[in-house]
């Protein structure tokens, strides 16, 4: 019951009129940057965030606004899946299989209209999920001294290149330039300046806004130069909509299964949504294969990866909020979003800022009606919106990003290190470095000094604190098998994923 | 593999100096407890140092980087984007940031006449949509007497 009474007062914060605009606002501009090829939420939270602040909204609001632009963009990454075949961000790849031919044939606005209603499945019991376990998982966490975050950031880092990724030797180095980026500046403990090189302008370290923006959204800049190859595709044009309760209820069993799949992939570290809608793609697959006509336009091929996904993202909420830990590039940037706020995500978070964040779990709830609503009668004007050319609309995008980060400084000295970055993250992604370490690395830095610092305090300076608790040796071993797995299962899974893309291709 | 190697030499160097840089710390107070200011980049040297040499060790094989007049193409684009910048502050948000969308549409390979026309009303827009809407400072430009 307590549960209850503080998801009220939660929507007590979250029900204001001002914070209803927030989140309408939110949940508008999330689906729009998560409907554009190559924008994908960590950019797009990224983008919004120095703007969002120099609106000098309160904790709560700019909290709620930024969760819905959150849950917008899980929503918009389908539509050009469906309309274009080009999935808007990662986890919508496995959306295309059964979306697009879907289109094809005609049915447009079902393909899209289901998807909506499944990305709400999903969403919605995720939330509830969330709400469920959150509690107990940061009563737990309460027992974690500064030894068990210390392995608690290690582990985050290891599985960070998740089951997919490459090189896991590439993550380490990644890991170790961010977290390199984030010893620039006065170090708080001692007050000894480090790595400024009497530059004023990093005495207080270089904002990881800047970072994120430079890294992400400039150089996804340069690397649209360079591909040019998503101009001139045809865009599928979208037909009234005839949906009855039938079509409606044949999806739902697969919608709630998806969910379930997608929220467990969501929770447990390294997996994140990608691999939820691709488990739950292919296990629906299995499971009704021969009874359907999956990868030809099968309404349940378009239902299983969107309520794998958008519940995946959800899913993902609980360890950033309840250990501070992120599982993923998004929940890396809400998180750099509360650290912002002053706010530290982990289980004092749930006793000290109670009100906010129950007020974002009541605003998630709140804002995936609101998406539903806008997606289904709405759907219109992101269509017509998709239909800008990109050439037009990155430039933009850019220059919103742009102002975001002037608006925070008020000096170019930031917008030279925003190209700067731009540069380095187009050159790292060439080389195959993955960027989340290096942006996660950059916020969580300051943090992990400080916690091995109070172990180190704690045990009179000897390092065996780090690993003498049952806590530290199990973090420590699901670490090592989050760092070594993706040798093993990732080659399998990424070829698994790429073939099912090329057959539709 | 050339690439992965070059990567691995930069780090490497990139470990070392910023080690060294470290070790030169002092507290100014007899030190933050056990361990003082340059531990944590020390640690941090020799993690990126042992990345830096296994990938020179054991390379990946390489991705193809563009030929050289992508690179070409991406040189003018990192100049609009700094040339933007320098004039900024100068010329004001509305005609820098329009000739900037202007010519990265352009070179994203629309036609000069839409690209500018698009170009110069969204900075308008943007720049009253920011400025009177949401009421932040965006430059005016100190050519014309503002700030």
């Known amino acids: ?505 | 593999m050339i690439n992965d190697r070059v990567l691995g030499l930069v780090g490497l160097i990139l470990a070392v100096f910023y080690g060294l840089g470290a070790q030169e710390f002092q507290p100014a107070f007899g030190g933050g407890g056990a361990i003082g200011p340059s531990a944590f980049p020390t640690l941090l040297a020799v993690l990126l140092a042992i990345s830096s040499i296994y990938l020179m060790v054991k390379p990946d094989p390489d991705e193809s980087w563009p030929p050289l007049k992508t690179l070409g193409e991406l040189a003018i684009i990192l100049g609009v984007l700094i040339g933007f910048v320098l004039i900024l502050e100068w010329v004001g948000f509305i005609l820098s940031a329009g000739l900037a969308v202007s010519l990265l549409a352009w070179r994203m390979s629309a036609k000069p006449k839409p690209a500018a026309m698009v170009g110069f009303s969204s900075s308008v827009f943007m720049f009253a949509l920011f400025t009177y809407g949401l009421d932040l400072a965006l430059p005016g430009g100190t050519l014309w007497g503002m700030n």
């Open chain 1, 1 to 505: 019951m307590d549960i209850l009474q503080l998801l009220m007062q939660g929507f007590a914060v979250a029900l204001t009129p001002e914070n209803i605009m927030y989140a309408m606002i939110g949940a508008f501009l999330g689906t729009l940057i998560g409907c554009l090829p190559g924008l994908g939420p960590a950019n797009g939270i990224a983008i919004l965030m120095p703007l969002c602040f120099s609106l000098g909204l309160g904790a709560d609001s700019a909290l709620i606004m930024l969760t819905s632009v959150y849950a917008g963009t899980m929503y918009g990454g389908r539509i050009s899946s469906i309309l274009l075949n080009i999935p808007g961000d990662e986890p919508a790849m496995m959306t295309c299989l059964d979306g697009y031919p879907m289109a094809r044939k005609g049915k447009a606005a079902e393909a899209l209209a289901l998807s909506a209603i499944a990305s709400f499945i999903g969403s919605f019991l995720a939330v509830i999920g969330l709400i469920i376990m959150a509690p107990l998982l940061a009563r737990f966490a309460l027992h974690f001294g500064p030894a068990e975050y210390f392995a608690l950031f290690i582990l985050a880092f290891a599985t960070l290149g998740g089951i997919t990724g490459k090189n896991p030797m590439k993550t380490v180095l990644a890991t170790a330039l961010g977290l390199m980026l984030s010893t620039i500046g006065v170090d708080m403990n001692t007050g000894v300046e480090r790595f400024t090189y009497g530059n004023l302008h990093l005495y207080e370290g270089i904002d990881f806004i800047v970072i994120i923006v430079g890294l992400f959204a400039v150089s996804e800049l340069f690397i649209f130069i360079e591909s040019h190859a998503r101009e001139g595709q045809a865009m599928i044009k979208v037909e009234k909509l005839k949906l009855t309760a039938r079509d409606i209820l044949n999806v739902l069993p697969t919608s709630l299964r998806g969910s379930l799949l997608g929220f467990i992939a969501g929770v447990l570290p390294g997996a994140g949504a990608s691999l939820g809608s691709f488990i739950s793609y292919t296990l629906e697959k299995k499971m009704l294969g021969k009874k359907g006509c999956f990868g030809e336009g099968d309404p349940r091929g378009v239902a299983a990866p969107e309520a794998g996904n958008n519940a995946a993202a959800n899913g993902a909420l609980v360890p950033m909020l309840t250990l501070g830990v992120p599982g993923s590039g998004t929940t890396a940037v809400l998180l750099a979003m509360l650290v912002t706020l002053n706010i530290q995500p982990g289980p004092m978070m749930f006793q000290q800022n109670a009100d906010v964040v129950w007020g974002v779990i009541a605003a998630l709830l709140f804002g995936n009606i609101l998406l539903l609503f806008m997606n289904i009668p709405m759907i219109g004007v992101f269509v017509k919106i998709l239909s800008v050319p990109s050439r037009y609309l990155m430039p933009m995008v850019t220059m919103v990003a742009v102002v975001g980060i002037y608006s925070i400084s008020n000096s170019t000295t930031e917008l030279y290190m925003m190209i700067g970055f731009g540069v380095l993250g187009y050159v790292l992604r060439k080389l195959d470095i993955p960027l989340v370490p290096i942006v996660l690395g950059t916020l969580l830095g300051p943090t992990m000094e400080v916690n091995l610092r109070n172990a180190m305090i704690l045990s009179g300076g000897d390092v065996g604190i780090l690993w003498n608790s049952g806590i530290t040796i199990t973090i420590w071993s699901v670490a090592v098998i989050g760092l070594l797995a993706p040798v093993v299962i990732g080659p399998l899974l990424r070829r698994k994923m790429k073939a099912a893309h090329e057959v539709v291709e």
